[in-house]
């Protein structure tokens, strides 16, 4: 079985209990504004270029056959339609300022990646976690990978946006421990409006979870101006709230860092502002979610 992944990251400690692999996938069905990860939308290899890298030697040029690179001043110019990933300009790059983003990997490449911390994983209570983009998109390779670290004894989590169909959640549902979900907003509205798409599914398959008893951790990242309002915050402590098994649920504060990863893939960034969530809302923003006894920290 085989899937397209970003990378993989070993020894996290922010995805999930212990020590973890943290497997990111390619692929996503939101378009969230303020996505830092904006190499994990399209589920296809991409083109990067990092500017700073580059010592304007301008071997790309002569090595490729379709034209992608030009000059405009002292700039290089890409025409990623043109190009059909053959890795010419990659492998003849000599500052590594082009590189490519997406690898096709076996499954049982990842599971045998995974096993070889399966030490330190038992030390701490970690395991492994399937991330994104949004891993049920790539169904049966996630599917797989799951099934074979539970064999193993390896603990599981999948960090999702939930927006799947509700027989793509109950085929995951046997092989994984902890469900790590995004809550962004509560409105349908206001959520189309930021990330491209309606909340009903997501907030059906959060009750669906519930309950079936499932592990969930939810996440809402905290973005300035689109959903740190206190009225923002208590409506989806209070959905949570009433749910049969009341899941932990953690604030993310914003931050810009990933923002210069459009620019490098040739992507348009739509929210491009270097506006931080400041110390004093966050304090107040995490009272209301202790005071109905939701805070996983």
Not at 33 to 61: A, D, G, M, R, V
């Amino acid at each position: 079985m085989k899937g397209l992944i970003t990378y993989i990251q070993r020894m996290s400690i922010h995805d999930g209990p212990g020590l973890r692999s943290t497997v990111f996938l390619k692929g996503c069905n939101l378009r969230c504004k303020w996505c830092h990860n904006p190499e994990t939308w399209s589920n296809n290899c991409q083109l990067q270029y990092l500017e700073e890298k580059c010592i304007h030697c301008f071997t790309c040029i002569n090595v490729c056959e379709n034209n992608v690179f030009s000059v405009n001043g002292e700039s290089l110019q890409i025409d990623r339609d043109k190009c059909v990933l053959c890795k010419k300009c990659i492998e003849n790059c000599p500052s590594e300022a082009l590189t490519f983003v997406g690898n096709y990997v076996e499954s049982d490449e990842i599971v045998s990646s995974v096993l070889q911390d399966k030490i330190f994983y038992e030390n701490s209570n970690g395991g492994i976690t399937i991330s994104g983009g949004e891993p049920s998109l790539q169904k049966g390779f996630t599917l797989d990978i799951l099934k074979k670290c539970k064999e193993s004894d390896i603990h599981t989590a999948i960090e999702t946006n939930l927006l799947m169909d509700r027989d793509v959640l109950e085929s995951f549902f046997p092989y994984v421990d902890l469900w790590i979900c995004d809550l962004k907003i509560m409105d349908s509205e206001k959520h189309k409006h930021w990330t491209g798409c309606s909340n009903r599914v997501i907030l059906s398959n959060i009750k669906t979870l519930s309950s079936m008893s499932a592990k969930m951790l939810i996440h809402t990242p905290v973005i300035p101006g689109v959903n740190d309002s206190p009225e923002d915050i208590n409506s989806i402590c209070s959905f949570l709230s009433e749910l049969p098994i009341i899941p932990k649920y953690e604030l993310l504060p914003y931050h810009s860092l990933g923002m210069m990863k459009f620019a490098n893939l040739g992507m348009k960034n739509l929210f491009n502002h270097d506006q931080f969530l400041d110390k004093e809302t966050l304090k107040q923003l995490n009272e209301i979610v202790d005071s109905y006894n939701l805070n996983a920290k």
